[in-house]
């Protein structure tokens, strides 16, 4: 079964500062690693996908990495914003441990003004 | 833009009474998916279901669960009889094709006393 972690579980940073949320897996067949966002008590809002055949994606002030080989992933946000804090997820689609995606627990963002 | 939407919103149920969650995915969209997430735990998956057909069900789809596509628009998550550890929010999800974009409603959180 894949195992999806991510660290840290909290992040608290000041307005402006760039950052990185990571998350890694534990089988490197994936098809697919998902990025979402999510607000308290609402759904997921999708961020970025990237397919396994891509090293990375970019949308606005977010760029996704991926690591296949090494069961890794990296979210990075730029010149971070107040309207940014929001619990961020991943999740990775690997069709030899069923056809579904497997979150990852998390990374709650707080920035401070 | 085109969205997932979900109803009811909450729903506060009596153990052992029947529940049914209902979903409208996005209009384009093939493929459809009922995840739920328990507080402060993960996303799990619960069961895909493409061609009018489950495609793929996790452990936690027993047999109290099912899922219909009664017309060409509502997808619906029946309980058939609920319990306490039902208590959760659930999330219907829809992409355009197997390991696409996964696109998710605002949620139904369900209440089980």
């Known amino acids: 079964k894949q195992e999806v972690t991510q660290i840290p579980a909290a992040l608290s940073v000041p307005e402006g500062e760039n950052l990185v949320l990571n998350c890694s897996f534990t089988?490197?067949?994936?098809?697919?690693l998902q990025w979402f966002r999510q607000d308290p008590g609402k759904g997921l809002t999708s961020l970025l996908l990237?397919?396994?055949?891509?090293r990375e994606q970019t949308s606005g002030r977010l760029n996704a990495s991926l690591d296949k080989s090494s069961g890794r992933s990296t979210l990075y946000i730029a010149a971070s914003q107040p309207g940014d804090s929001a619990t961020y997820l991943c999740a990775v689609w690997s069709r030899d441990t069923g056809n579904q995606f497997y979150f990852g627990t998390g990374t709650s963002l707080t920035v401070i003004p | 833009e085109p969205e997932v939407t979900q109803t009811p919103s909450h729903q506060v149920t009596q153990m052992g009474q029947e529940v049914i969650l209902r979903c409208v995915p996005i209009?384009?969209?093939?493929?459809f998916y009922w995840y739920r997430q328990i507080l402060g735990q993960k996303v799990e998956f619960l069961v895909s279901?493409?061609?009018?057909?489950?495609?793929?069900k996790s452990e936690i789809f027993d047999d109290q669960f099912s899922v219909e596509r009664p017309d060409g628009s509502n997808f619906t998550l029946k309980i058939r009889s609920t319990k306490l550890e039902d208590s959760a929010m659930y999330f219907c999800a829809s992409s355009v094709r197997e390991s696409g974009e996964l696109f998710f409603g605002e949620g139904s959180r369900l209440t089980v006393l």
């Open positions: 990237i397919q396994s055949s891509q």
């Open positions: 089988d490197s067949a994936i098809y697919n």
């Open positions: 209009s384009n969209h093939l493929y």
């Open positions: 279901f493409y061609n009018n057909e489950i495609s793929e």
